[in-house]
């Protein structure tokens, strides 16, 4: 499987939280991240944590770090429609995950 | 600051026949990476350069798949010859610190 894994799907409505999660396998990033991607377009680093960090803000998103278990994730707060896209993680070895396609019901 | 530039946008060759994608990191920024996407999964790395000298390239299909980077500045990625599993999009990235930034991406039909 995957090195990184994120789950495929998400469907939120608009105005709720969105929170997508990704596991990793590689102890040693130090820095992990968050892409978007819109249909069509090239990739948009979202933000990105150290790895000595297990929280971080940013305007809507959010987010933490569970080094212990490899476990990161992103909350969008207060979703948008422009918030659809596909999210990946990525590891500081520029391993991806497949992504999770964010689906935002008005 | 000018973004990752990459050229040509779109490609479509037949099996068989070679194809470069030709990559302009920021200036100034000594990591280069070449990426493959094929449509509806995440971005695998080729070939990742610091400066000129080759760091990671464990996942290249060397037998057909070539890139370099001669002066520590511009890369071309080469295939030859491409198969139709080839089909997906090239992009470029480069990085400076804890940031990576991506080119638009070379869109490869192999028919």
């Known amino acids: 499987g995957e090195d990184v894994e994120q789950s495929l799907f998400l469907s939120v409505r608009e105005g709720d939280s969105s929170v997508i999660n990704c596991t990793y396998t590689?102890?040693?990033?130090?820095?992990l991240y968050w892409y978007k991607q819109e249909p069509g377009a090239g990739l948009q680093l979202l933000t990105y944590?150290?790895?000595?960090?297990d929280m971080k803000q940013d305007q809507r998103l959010t987010v933490l770090l569970n080094k212990k278990d490899k476990h990161l994730s992103l909350r969008i707060a207060d979703t948008q429609t422009g918030d659809s896209a596909i999210y990946f993680c990525?590891?500081?070895?520029?391993?991806f995950g497949a992504g999770t396609r964010l689906t935002v019901k008005p | 600051e000018a973004g990752v530039a990459q050229s040509p946008r779109y490609k479509i060759i037949e099996k068989r026949q070679s194809v470069a994608f030709w990559c302009n990191p920021i200036s100034g920024h000594a990591t280069l990476y070449w990426y493959q996407q094929i449509l509806g999964q995440g971005p695998k790395l080729l070939i990742q350069?610091?400066?000129?000298?080759?760091?990671?390239d464990s996942q290249l299909p060397k037998d057909r798949f070539s890139a370099e980077r001669l002066k520590g500045v511009d890369s071309t990625l080469k295939i030859q010859p491409a198969k139709l599993e080839d089909s997906a999009v090239y992009l470029c990235?480069?990085?400076?610190?804890?940031?990576?930034?991506f080119g638009p991406g070379t869109r490869l039909t192999v028919l």
């Open positions: 990525a590891e500081t070895g520029a391993r």
């Open positions: 590689d102890s040693s990033s130090t820095y």
């Open positions: 350069f610091q400066n000129n000298g080759v760091v990671d």
């Open positions: 944590i150290f790895s000595n960090m």
């Open positions: 990235a480069s990085r400076t610190g804890s940031e990576q930034f």
